[in-house]
């Protein structure tokens, strides 16, 4: 049974608020987590939250006009945008989102907005350290968008379609099915793709959250910080799912969601714990490198 | 033993040689003398490089006495050449083509001690005190505290202890 | 807290503002003078006196403290030898994260400034800066001695002798230098003291902002930058 426009829009928000919420719990987590391996007990699960309860709760904050302001627009908007068009969980009515209405190169599009549009606000500000952050995090997206691309091709050309609902459904009936084993070197590509779009070590010194460039967001602050917090989740959220229905097979209910959606993250935990930091050329160039050639390897495979 | 090189001894009227220590030895020289004994100094005997330029003030005698510490690293012996600068209307010849570093030493000496050295690049600037608008305070006639008292306002109730005495009374209260 | 008057002796006739109480002829907001700036730049910078926005009240105001205290995020200023004690505090001996706490290095984004000891003129200067670049409600701790009363360099003729008369002060952790405990039994305090809404620095500082400026302009001659730096 089709819901009705209104129920779908309701529906859409109740997603959107679980994968928020999750997302942030996802953080949270994986903060902690890395807190073990390094020793320390590392900050509560929960404290994701808390930072975007206080960065939204201050009593002044500043603007440096239109375009500044609406850099985190954009950027929610990429994240939202990026989720709305993919299947949360397949054949669910209330996670399905709206993914009959888009595909694949949309979302492709999706990812790339949000990031531009940061770059538009955040030069705004004015702030030496936003161009540093803008220009290190364009260069790197520039970078690992290649083997993402060159993967997204091979598996359009493997299953004929750029529908992800389509490419989930090709992919249900046993996990010999997934493109992780249909197709691995475009889910290699693709997932060292991954370890570039999430930020985490090696690939962190874009935002790097702690030391003295923090990267774009530097002027931003009380509850457009908190805006550029919340869509953070938003954001990995939508990624991990995307992934999980590209690569993993998707998911037919909640829990498998949740836990395909954690182990694709805690890959990055696995890298970021165990190697240090590029800087922005090494990035790069480890990108157009081994990543490009698996990508276009499966390309060949698959196109000849 | 060192020994002042002839070529420096005849051509400079220079003081004895005095050893400090198996690799340090200064030597007094007069002030309008030192550019040429420097160049000299780092061009025909070794010592390349400069570790530093300061000054004593020596208010009793109404001087300020500036070293250049050179050091030779072939032979590891560090030699310190000094002159001596009226304390009025300070001024010293500028030896900033000897070494570029000497561009900072001697802005360092301008502000913290007054004393000039004309044509050396940026010497007029500030250098670590941003409007300093008193006398140079490495000059022994400026009352640091009474500077601080006077300009930086403090929390009532300071008390000081002379170390020593206070130390004795808590360690040793049958001794007083 | 202290036991500062708020007076304008301290200040020094020649540099003290112009006389313009807050709530100026006809309720328009008073101008600032902006005196450090050339002619041609003060237009680029903001010339309206800070307003005090609070203190609040209420189930809302409380649960919001609660949240702050929670998610202290440090200034990354080391401004005196004691910054060297802020670092083993990220550790896994000492582990800050576990309180919330974090470093952060744009005064944009912190809500916390450590005023690492000793403060030379010319790091007041960066520090009355960095404090009115952050976002309120904003919260200072000092560490050591030198920043209560001078310390070591009580006499020294660079180095300001309490800081609180430049920039107001939530918490003060005494001596020399504190060791990371003491730091996180200041941090806890300073979080016990949030919680109990008693951290208004960010208003006091608004609502004295002609005493506290006239102290700054009293030490600092080289007056060039902006007078508030919103
Ligand atoms: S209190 Fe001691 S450790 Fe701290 S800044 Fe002063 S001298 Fe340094």
Redesign the interface.
């Known amino acids: 049974m089709e819901p009705s426009i209104p129920l779908r829009i309701a529906y859409a928000f109740a997603s959107l608020a679980v994968i928020t919420v999750y997302g942030l719990l996802l953080i949270g987590s994986m ?1 902690r987590i890395s ?1 073990k391996v ?7 699960v929960w ?1 994701p939250f ?2 975007i ?3 939204s ?6 603007s440096h006009g239109v375009m500044f302001w609406l850099g985190p627009v954009f950027r929610l908007a990429g994240g939202v945008g990026t989720y709305m068009f993919v299947p949360a969980v397949l054949g669910s009515v209330v996670f399905q989102n709206f993914s009959m209405s888009g595909d694949l190169l949309l979302v492709m599009y999706f990812i790339f907005f949000g990031q531009l549009g940061m770059a538009l606000g955040a030069s705004e500000g004015g702030h030496p ?1 936003s161009a540093i952050g803008v220009s290190r995090g364009l260069a790197q997206m520039t970078a690992f968008e290649v083997p993402f691309a060159l993967s997204i091709i091979s598996i359009a050309v493997q299953y004929g379609t750029l529908d992800i609902t389509k490419i989930v459904m090709a992919q249900q009936g046993g996990f010999l099915n997934w493109t992780l084993f249909t197709n691995p070197l475009a889910v290699v590509a693709a997932m060292i793709a991954f370890l570039g779009m999430s930020g985490h070590n090696p690939f962190s010194v874009v935002i790097a ?6 990267g774009p ?6 509850n457009l ?1 908190g805006m550029l917090q919340t869509n953070r989740a938003v954001f990995n959220g939508a990624k991990l799912v995307l992934y999980m229905n590209l690569f993993f097979g998707g998911a037919t209910n909640v829990p498998v969601m949740v836990v395909k959606t954690f182990l694709i993250y805690f890959v990055n935990i696995f890298v970021g714990q165990a190697f240090p930091r590029f800087r922005t050329d090494q990035a790069i160039r480890f990108f157009l490198g081994v990543p490009t050639l698996i990508g276009i390897a499966a390309v060949v495979l698959f196109a000849f | 033993m060192r020994t002042i090189p002839a070529d420096i001894a005849e051509r400079f009227e220079v003081g004895p040689l005095v050893s400090k220590r198996a690799d340090l030895s200064t030597l007094d020289v007069d002030a309008k003398d030192v550019p040429e004994l420097l160049a000299r100094l780092r061009d025909r005997h070794g010592y390349r490089h400069l570790s530093f330029v300061t000054a004593t003030d020596q208010i009793e005698e109404g001087v300020f006495v500036l070293t250049y510490m050179l050091h030779n690293h072939a032979d590891n012996h560090s030699l310190g050449v000094k002159c001596r600068v009226g304390r009025e209307n300070a001024v010293m010849e500028s030896c900033h083509l000897l070494w570029e570093q000497m561009w900072t030493y001697q802005r360092e000496l301008k502000e913290l001690f007054g004393i000039d050295f004309p044509g050396s690049p940026r010497v007029d600037e500030s250098f670590v005190l941003e409007g300093w608008i008193d006398i140079p305070p490495m000059r022994r006639e400026f009352d640091t505290r009474e500077y601080s008292e006077r300009t930086f306002p403090t929390r009532p109730g300071r008390s000081t202890k002379d170390p020593a005495t206070h130390m004795k009374e808590k360690l040793y209260p049958e001794a007083l | 807290m202290s036991d500062i008057k708020f007076t304008r002796a301290l200040a020094d006739p020649d540099h003290a503002l112009k006389p313009a109480g807050r709530p100026g002829p006809l309720g328009k907001p008073l101008v600032l003078a902006n005196d450090g700036l050339p002619e041609e730049e003060k237009a680029w910078f903001c010339d309206a006196y800070p307003t005090a926005s609070g203190p609040y009240k209420g189930i809302l105001e409380n649960f919001l403290n609660w949240a702050r205290s929670k998610s202290l995020w440090i200034l990354g200023f080391g401004t005196g030898c004691g910054a060297i004690e802020l670092r083993p505090l990220m550790t896994s001996r000492f582990d800050m994260y576990r309180f919330g706490i974090q470093p952060r290095p744009t005064p944009r984004q912190s809500s916390v400034f450590v005023i690492g000891g000793y403060a030379s003129v010319k790091t007041l200067k960066r520090i009355v800066r960095s404090y009115e670049q952050m976002m309120g409600p904003k919260f200072v701790v000092a560490l050591g001695s030198c920043t209560i009363n001078g310390g070591m360099y009580w006499d020294s003729y660079n180095t300001i002798n309490a800081i609180e008369h430049y920039i107001p002060v939530d918490v003060y952790i005494a001596g020399c230098m504190p060791r990371p405990e003491a730091l996180l039994a200041g941090f806890k305090e300073l979080q016990r003291k949030i919680r109990r809404g008693e951290c208004e620095g960010a208003v006091k500082y608004a609502e004295n902002f002609e005493w506290y400026k006239a102290n700054q302009k009293k030490v600092i001659h080289d007056w060039n930058m902006p007078d508030y730096n919103y």
């Open positions: 903060a807190a390094q020793g320390r007990v590392g900050q509560p404290q808390i930072d309860v206080k960065s709760g201050k009593r002044n904050s500043i350290y959250p702690q030391e003295i460039p923090i967001p530097t002027e931003y602050q009380s910080l």
